[in-house]
């Protein structure tokens, strides 16, 4: 009896214990567990919807549309200033034609007004407020002249022209949300400048748009950056000043927001010859002091970054001034670098139109939401015997299959997809994106 009681003492001293000790760590396994489902659910869950999203793009009818070679023989009319003058006086065609919502790179695109659109060297701010596209970019609506005979065509400054819209497609002259100053010669903006390249982000903690640009002078020689800022995406901007980022040239250059909050710098420096790419502060009015060079010794410019599942994409063009050269395309897994080069994205039958990027030069890669992979380049095709008629080529351009070409670096496994931008003379968005409620 006593050792039974004993025995029973002891198993209810044990189970006493047990209960004290093993209950909560029976609860926490069983929490951990319901966790680790969870977690495993959730994953599973995001990776089909990634899947899915990505199937349903390379599924869609209009984005195999999209993706479809066009092997035509493409005849790039002569520049405005060598058409005859009946051609000149001829009324542009609308960028729509008669049918609605299709883009024709290259011709001419007007505004709701019926005015061309001046968005050169642009980008686009997708603004979450107000649910609406701001594409800013040079406005050029003046005579091209040349200062030398050997420089460069020009334009005097005007300012930077900003459109809304709510599909793309159709766009709003908004003004000019920065202007140039017509009097005072030592202002970084004086029209006797140069101002290019203009990109806006948004700064979510200060609540501003903050506009970067390239600041230069007539000749080239300034090589900096300017930084504008406004407390609404339709301005207007105020101009802060200029300067020479990491104390390196900048000509060349965008700006590029991560999913993270941090934006970054990039442009091209020691002559063209490299890029440089740094972090801005926490309020994207400065540079840091960390900074990477890449493509060192390539000679690029034009940069236009993108980011598609956790991996970087950038298109850059050559260094020839306004006239047209072959596009590359570069991917990292770190926005800082190693940057790779990954080949020409450009997809067309004619080996011109292909070495030439469809006679344009990149300046911004807008993703589509709601369509995993899609995105849209845009360029600029410049026509140097009269800027302001330079023309805008968008395409379609697909993150996709496996890069074509052998990788630099062959030690490790590369993680990136195939860029193509695709070639249409006539195309449009698949069907219902804007239906999609995913970014709204
Ligand atoms: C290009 C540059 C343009 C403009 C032009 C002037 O190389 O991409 O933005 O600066 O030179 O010639």
């Known amino acids: 009896m006593r050792t039974r009681s004993k025995y029973r003492k002891s198993t209810n001293l044990c189970c006493n214990s047990w209960s004290r000790c093993c209950t909560p760590a029976v609860l926490w396994s069983l929490i951990g567990c319901l966790l680790l489902l969870h977690l495993y659910s959730y994953i599973l869950h995001e990776d089909r919807d990634g899947r899915l999203s990505q199937l349903h793009v390379t599924h869609h009818p209009q984005f195999r549309e999209l ?160 930084v504008a800022i406004s407390d609404t995406p339709d301005g207007p901007f105020d101009y802060l000043g200029s300067q020479r980022p990491h104390g390196c040239e900048s000509r060349d250059m965008t700006v590029f927001k991560d999913e993270d909050g941090m934006a970054y710098l990039i442009y091209s420096s020691e002559d063209n010859s490299e890029l440089h790419i740094g972090p801005l502060t926490e309020d994207y009015l400065n540079v840091t002091p960390t900074m990477r060079r890449i493509l060192v010794g390539q000679h690029r410019e034009a940069p236009a970054l993108f980011k598609h599942r956790g991996t970087y994409y950038m298109i850059t063009s050559g260094c020839t001034g306004w006239a047209p050269n072959e596009a590359l395309a570069h991917a990292a897994d770190s926005v800082l670098g190693p940057w790779e080069t ?99």
């Open 342 to 440: 990954i080949g020409n994205p450009c997809i067309v039958g004619n080996n011109m139109f292909r070495l030439t990027t469809f006679f344009a030069q990149s300046t911004f890669v807008l993703p589509l939401p709601g369509f995993q992979g899609l995105f849209i380049f845009m360029a600029d095709r410049w026509n140097p015997a009269d800027l302001r008629d330079s023309r805008y080529v968008w395409l379609p351009l697909v993150v996709a299959g496996p890069v074509d070409q052998p990788l630099e670096y062959t030690f490790e496994f590369p993680l990136w997809s195939r860029v193509s931008i695709y070639w249409h003379r006539k195309w449009r968005l698949p069907q219902g994106w804007t239906g999609l409620k995913l970014f709204m």
């Open 67 to 226: 993706q479809q070679l066009e092997d035509e023989d493409v005849q790039i009319p002569p520049p405005r200033g060598k058409r005859s003058p009946r051609a000149a006086k001829r009324r542009p065609k609308r960028a729509a034609g008669n049918d609605s919502n299709y883009y024709y790179p290259g011709r001419i695109w007007l505004d709701t007004d019926g005015n061309p659109i001046q968005a050169h060297g642009g980008g686009i701010l997708y603004d979450k407020g107000s649910r609406t596209y701001y594409w800013y970019g040079e406005y050029k609506d003046g005579p091209t002249y040349h200062v030398h005979k050997e420089g460069p065509a020009r334009v005097d400054i005007i300012g930077v022209g900003c459109y809304s819209s709510k599909d793309l497609w159709t766009w709003k002259h908004e003004g000019i949300v920065l202007a140039a100053e017509e009097t005072d010669e030592t202002h970084d903006l004086h029209k006797s400048n140069v101002l290019e390249r203009p990109k806006v982000i948004y700064n979510e903690k200060t609540g501003k748009y903050v506009m970067w640009m390239h600041v230069d002078d007539g000749n080239y020689t300034k090589a900096a950056v300017g």
